[in-house]
């Protein structure tokens, strides 16, 4: 199950910027006294929102993909078959 979220409300646009980010450790803070590991991600934009997946929830994307577009075809499949009876 995803566990990855956006939380930009109606986010749309053109999809671009996708990228896999290696881990790496954030230092900040004065004079670097602090640090953070940031875990690996697949990232990319979506119009103006940047959007960032763990490497296992864009796995988990990928999985559910061709099921979610095949329910897209499916509908648009039937709205164009009532449209051509009626």
């Not at 900040?28 to 763990?54: E, H, M, Q």
């Not at 490497?55 to 075809?73: F, G, H, I, N, T």
Request: glycine share 4%; proline share 3%.
């Amino acid at each position: 199950m995803m566990s990855s979220s956006v939380s930009i409300p109606n986010v749309g646009g053109e999809l671009r910027a996708i990228k896999y980010e290696a881990a790496h450790v954030f230092h900040y803070g004065a004079n670097d006294k602090y640090s953070a590991d940031i875990p690996a991600c697949v990232s990319f934009r979506l119009g103006d929102a940047r959007v960032a997946l763990t490497v296992s929830d864009a796995r988990d994307l990928l999985e559910a993909l061709p099921s979610v577009l095949a329910q897209d075809d499916y509908a648009e499949y039937v709205t164009f078959d009532s449209k051509a009876v009626a």
